[in-house]
């Protein structure tokens, strides 16, 4: 393998990487080629959803549709906290994460793994704004390949929050009225 010092481009750039990773991270942890790997799975990912849409020869509409923004993003907001949050969804996460309390109502609160590899994976599958962007785009496509069956699933999502928020209200509003028996 080439090194720095033997003044070959591949050990330059490699040293480069490493100085670079170095006065990045402050004397923290970042895991900078985790980062990078996961940049280029998500543009492989998407890359291959527009590699569909194009070969489906659908038209792309000039504009979203006010009402589709609206339900992608409630749903998105409904996937995401349940693909990262969620009891019932932890055995996905369990191999890149470590339990460490309840946090909500059904939900935990999780740490991402420091092992090789892990972590970035890890911090993916516990934070609900680094996963909505996968979810975004997965049910934007979706809704240029299967519009009918999405919207259907969306509209489930959304439906879904709209009952945790009636049930966190409700639970609340117990709460308070009860609080002086």
Do not use: I
Not at 53 to 63: A, F, K, N, W
Not at 137 to 160: E, F, V
């Amino acid at each position: 393998m080439a090194t720095a010092a033997d003044g070959r481009p591949a050990g330059r750039l490699h040293g480069l990487l490493r100085r670079t990773r170095r006065r990045y991270a402050a004397g923290h942890d970042r895991p900078l080629g985790g980062y990078l790997a996961a940049m280029a799975g998500f543009a492989t990912y998407t890359t291959a959803w527009a590699t569909a849409v194009r070969l489906r020869g659908r038209p792309l509409p000039d504009r979203p549709e006010p009402w589709d923004v609206v339900l992608t993003s409630v749903a998105t907001f409904r996937l995401s906290r349940l693909l990262t949050k969620a009891s019932v969804t932890s055995p996905l996460r369990a191999p890149f994460t470590r339990y460490v309390a309840p946090q909500g109502p059904a939900e935990l609160h999780e740490e991402a793994r420091r092992e090789n590899g892990r972590h970035t994976v890890g911090e993916l599958a516990t934070c609900p704004f680094c996963m909505s962007v996968w979810v975004a785009s997965t049910l934007t496509a979706g809704q240029l390949l299967w519009p009918r069956a999405t919207r259907t699933a969306m509209g489930a999502l959304t439906a879904l929050a709209g009952a945790d928020t009636l049930q966190l209200a409700y639970g609340a509003l117990v709460g308070k009225t009860t609080a002086g028996e």
